[in-house]
T-cell receptor, first 116, second 114 residues
Framework: GAVVSQHPSWVICKSGTSVKIECRSLDFQATTMFWYRQFPKQSLMLMAT?????????EQGVEKDKFLINHASLTLSTLTVTSAHPEDSSFYICSAGGGGADYEQYFGPGTRLTVT | DQQVKQNSPSLSVQEGRISILNCDYT??????FLWYKKYPAEGPTFLIS?????DKNEDGRFTVFLNKSAKHLSLHIVPSQPGDSAVYFCAASAYSNSGYALNFGKGTSLLVTP
């Protein structure tokens, strides 16, 4: 149980284009979904928290107009990187709460984004 | 400001022995602590958690100890197996208006040698 999927697993895009990453909770309803970013050999940095049907809460320093988050249903959240630049290249991971205890989060497999 | 710290970037242990991974935190408002295991280019896998009202939680080969006064927790793996080789992240959680967001340490890379 508590399985979270992400799609795509990797994507290469050109500078200036937009990329959408999907995060789905497959066997539970995710009341809250989280988006993280991980640079090589670094920790996971929380970008934003989203609750179904409401606007996402962004962490300090994260541009909300650049990283658009939509939590349309209890099983789906999307992250759209708009006007991507090479410095946006990173490993993006989503997680979902609601599959176990309130504080537990279950992570997707991640998406490797490369912007050329 | 790193609120969760894992000061050992790597650890090497022989198969069958005990692995001890350490974690320190600074925020006394954290009320849950979690350990995740992660392989390269994959998402973290939840291992074990502990509430701040407890000092020990055990699940099979994994035991987490919490010392609130020292703001320190540790993960013990015994006996260690080669399949345990991975990066282990310590995470701490406090409830906010956004729910239970996690603060992660930088991870400790564990290598279990045969």
């Amino acid at each position: 149980g508590a399985v979270v999927s992400q799609h795509p697993s990797w994507v290469i895009c050109k500078s200036g284009t937009s990329v959408k990453i999907e995060c789905r909770s497959l066997d539970f309803q995710a009341t809250t979904m989280f988006w993280y970013r991980q640079f090589p050999k670094q920790s996971l940095m929380l970008m934003a928290t989203s609750n179904e049907g409401s606007k996402a809460t962004y962490e300090q320093g994260v541009e909300k107009d650049k990283f658009l988050i939509n939590h349309a249903s209890l099983t789906l959240s999307t992250l759209t990187v708009t006007s991507a630049h090479p410095e946006d290249s990173s490993f993006y991971i989503c997680s979902a709460g609601g599959g176990g205890a309130d504080y537990e989060q279950y992570f997707g497999p991640g998406t490797r984004l490369t912007v050329t | 400001d790193q609120q969760v710290k894992q000061n050992s970037p790597s650890l090497s242990v022989q198969e069958g022995r005990i692995s001890i991974l350490n974690c320190d935190y600074t925020n006394s408002m954290f009320d849950y602590f979690l350990w995740y295991k992660k392989y390269p280019a994959e998402g973290p896998t939840f291992l074990i958690s502990i509430s701040s009202i407890k000092d020990k939680n055990e699940d099979g080969r994994f035991t987490v100890f919490l010392n609130k006064s020292a703001k320190h927790l540790s993960l013990h793996i015994v006996p260690s197996q080669p399949g345990d080789s991975a990066v282990y992240f310590c995470a701490a959680s406090a409830y906010s208006n956004s729910g239970y967001a996690l603060n992660f340490g930088k991870g400790t890379s564990l290598l279990v040698t045969p």
